[in-house]
DNA sequence: ATTCGTGCAAACCGTTTGCAAGGGA
DNA sequence: TCCCTTGCAAACGGTTTGCACGAAT
């Protein structure tokens, strides 16, 4: 399924900026800053304002098209794979590169549907892998 | 090993501040954002700097003695356990609890150590486990 | 005396908000 | 047309920085 229907099937309006910011997250496995983001999708919109990305983020989160990641770093990044997945971690977090990995989904799932664990009730998880990446084509990822 | 210990073995010295925010992270298992670690540290000392938390956290994280979290908020949130563990965040964030479990460990590291991630060096890793609390006895923790 | 640590306050920067103008259905 | 969306700019809040004072050795 294509953008535009993601949006439409979501109710919302399909605009060029939408577009852009929508579509850029999809386009790479590497997960942006925001920062970043506005500078990529300035390339095509240079008017845009930060307010109107921050602001299609969060509506785009609230449709569930995307996803929030967490970093230990002051910024938040978005994540608009749909299939479940983990993250490969740099250690100076500059990049977040996406892990698909069915076998270990059901390693995992298998393993705390049997744990139980007390007065907790599991809705999802997600595996941090931290390390580095060490062939040349991906240390620089042109995003 | 206790806190004064800890600090002196990695060069730093020992003061009332340092121990305060050293131990405040130590005793509590549901990890602060910061902002709630100076309220509870200026308990104590109540004319201590938020440059001064913020400058001591640095430090620690420096000298390995505390790690920062992940976590898709504003806001940096840090962790004082040194046993490899994994987390427990609630759906709205409001916290993050420790999940220690070495069965989990070894199922996690087995399994990563055979896939062999193309171009990938694995470092560490870390169960990010979402979902919710139903007991009263952790609904409200007193921190 | 020299170095390291603290308190304070200003600066910084990612994010949020308010509002008037513009654009999609 | 009507409401939703955008651009702009100001405000906000967590974090960082600079600096002079104070403490430790």
Redesign the interface.
């Known amino acids: 399924m294509n953008i535009r229907q993601k949006l439409k099937d979501a109710g919302l309006k399909i605009t060029p900026q939408r577009l852009a910011v929508f579509g850029n997250l999809v386009n790479y496995t590497e997960h942006p800053t925001v920062d970043k983001l506005i500078t990529n999708v300035r390339k095509e919109h240079p008017n845009i304002g930060v307010g109107t990305i921050y602001n299609i983020l969060e509506i785009l989160v609230k449709k569930r098209l995307i996803v929030?990641?967490?970093?230990?770093e002051?910024a938040?990044r978005y994540d608009a794979s749909t299939e479940k997945h983990h993250h490969?971690y740099t250690?100076d977090s500059a990049k977040i590169e996406d892990?698909f990995?069915k076998?270990?989904n059901k390693?995992?799932e298998d393993?705390?549907s049997n744990?139980k664990?007390p007065?907790?009730?599991?809705?999802?998880?997600?595996?941090?892998?931290?390390?580095?990446?060490?062939?040349s084509?991906?240390k620089e990822n042109p995003v």
């Not at 929030?68 to 230990?72: G, Q, V, W």
């Not at 595996?127 to 060490?134: R, T, V």
Request: charged fraction near 25%.
């Open positions: 929030k990641i967490s970093t230990d002051n938040v490969l250690l892990y990995d076998k270990l390693l995992i393993y705390l744990v664990i007065n907790f009730k599991i809705s999802d998880f997600r595996l941090q892998i931290f390390g580095k990446f060490n062939n084509k991906n």
